[in-house]
C-alpha cells in the first residue's frame, strides 16, 4: 500500500507518518509546505526509511500534486495540510480559506483525475481520507448530548467555516463522482511535538518560564480531550477498515473545562518539579478578555468509530498528560525554540494588521 499524506510534517500528521512506518509496511510519502508549525524532526526515524519520502510543496499547486498521483501511484490519500489555529482565522482568514478550501479542492480534483484511470483492483483499493474536526458542527450547551455523524453544520469561525467548507466538497465528490472518500472528524489533541499556539505546550513553556497563564474568560470553555497517539491511531483504523462515503467522530469522552485542564497540567508540573521556584504553578493561571465568537463546548461521540472499527483510545487524560508534559520536560530547548518562533510570528502578525489598517 502507497500512501500520500499531506501535512505530514504537523502536529497530528507526524504521528500518523510514525505510526505507520512503525506498525505497518505501507510505503508514504509526505506533501508538506513546511509552514511555521511544521517539524520535520518530529520524523527523524523515519527520514532513513526506504518506504518514506518527503516532498516539501503546497497541496494548493495543482500541477505538484498531479505530478506526485503519477509517479507515486498511491493506494491512499490522507489529507491533514490545513490552517488551524481559531485566533489567527480570526486576525487574518485569506490563508485558511486558501488553504482548507482551495487546496482540498485541488487535491480532490487531483485524485479524481487519477482515480478515474485507475482499472480493476487499484480502482477498488484506492481511498481518500480528509481529516476535519469538531468546530464544523458549532457550540454544544451545557446538557446537549455531543455531536455525532449526523448533526448539522454550523461553523462559527473562519477556521470552522474553512473546513466546514472543505468537509462539503469532500462530500461533493463522493456523491457526485464516486470518489472513494471518508471524512474523519477530531476533538481537541495534545501531545509530544504540538506547536506552542496550543494550549497545553503554551502552559508548559509559561509555567517553565514563570510567566503568567493565559486563560480565556472564567475559563469555563469545554473541550473534548485526546491524546495523539490515539488520534493517529485512529485514522490509520479508519483508512484500513472505514466504509466509503462515511465520516467517523474521533473523541476522547475526556470532556474538561480549560480552566480544569489547567489545573491538571499544573500539579503534575508541581509533582514533577519539587523545586520549581514557580511552584505552585497554578498561581501563574491568569484569566483574560475572551476571543470573539468563543464557543463555550465541543465534544464528540465516538460510538460509530469503536463500534465498527474497534477502535478504543490507549491514554485516559491524566496518563496522556502525564506523558506529554514529562516530554516537553525532556525537550525544553526544543520548546524554547518553537516558542521564539511562535512569539516572531505572532509580533509579525500584529506587525501586518497594523500595516492593512493604515492602508
Known amino acids: 500500500m502507497r500512501v500520500l499524506i499531506t501535512g505530514g510534517c504537523g502536529f497530528i500528521g507526524s504521528a500518523l507518518v510514525r505510526l505507520i512506518v512503525r506498525a505497518t509496511d505501507f510505503a508514504v510519502v509526505n506533501l508538506d509546505r513546511l509552514t511555521y508549525a511544521a517539524e520535520p524532526r518530529a520524523l527523524a526515524e523515519c527520514a532513513e526509511d526506504p518506504r518514506y519520502q518527503l516532498i516539501v510543496g503546497d497541496v494548493g499547486d495543482f500541477e505538484l500534486v498531479r505530478d506526485l498521483f503519477t509517479r507515486f501511484r498511491p493506494t491512499a ?4 495540510a490545513a490552517e488551524t489555529h ?74 470552522a467555516a474553512s473546513k466546514a467548507a472543505a468537509d462539503h466538497l469532500v462530500r461533493a465528490f463522493w456523491h457526485t463522482y464516486g470518489l472513494p472518500v ?4 477530531g476533538c481537541n489533541t495534545y501531545g509530544p511535538w504540538q506547536f506552542p499556539e496550543k494550549l497545553v505546550p503554551l502552559a508548559v513553556s509559561k509555567a517553565l518560564l514563570g510567566e503568567p497563564i493565559p486563560v480565556y474568560g472564567r475559563g469555563d470553555q469545554v473541550r473534548d480531550w485526546l491524546f495523539v497517539e490515539d488520534h493517529a491511531a485512529a485514522l490509520l483504523a479508519i483508512l484500513r477498515r472505514g466504509a466509503l462515503g462515511a465520516s467517523y467522530c474521533v473523541g476522547g469522552r475526556c470532556e474538561r473545562t480549560n480552566l480544569a485542564l489547567l489545573h491538571m497540567l499544573c500539579a503534575i508540573l508541581d509533582e514533577f518539579l519539587p523545586d520549581s521556584p514557580h511552584r505552585p504553578h497554578a498561581q501563574l493561571i491568569r484569566h483574560v478578555p475572551d476571543r470573539p465568537g468563543h464557543d463555550r463546548r465541543y465534544a464528540l461521540d465516538p460510538t460509530r468509530l469503536e463500534r465498527e472499527l474497534g477502535w478504543r483510545p ?34 509579525g502578525l500584529r506587525q501586518k494588521a497594523s500595516t492593512q489598517e493604515l492602508a
Open 77 to 80: 490519500v490522507v489529507h491533514l
Open 182 to 185: 471518508m471524512i474523519s472528524n
Open 86 to 159: 481559531v485566533d489567527r482565522s480570526i486576525d487574518h482568514s485569506e490563508p485558511f480559506v486558501r488553504t482548507n478550501v482551495l487546496g482540498t479542492w485541488c487535491l480532490l480534483e487531483a485524485a479524481r483525475n487519477y482515480w478515474e484511470g485507475l482499472r480493476g483492483e487499484e480502482r477498488a483499493r484506492f481511498r481518500f481520507l480528509h481529516v476535519s474536526t469538531d468546530e464544523v458542527f458549532g457550540a454544544l450547551a451545557p446538557n446537549d448530548p455531543p455531536f455525532s455523524e449526523t448533526s448539522p453544520y454550523a461553523p462559527r469561525s473562519p477556521y
Open 314 to 347: 490507549r491514554f485516559d487524560l491524566e496518563a496522556g498528560l502525564r506523558t506529554t508534559v514529562r516530554w516537553y520536560l525532556d525537550h525544553q530547548d526544543w520548546l524554547a525554540e518553537m516558542r521564539r518562533r511562535y512569539d516572531g510570528r505572532r509580533l
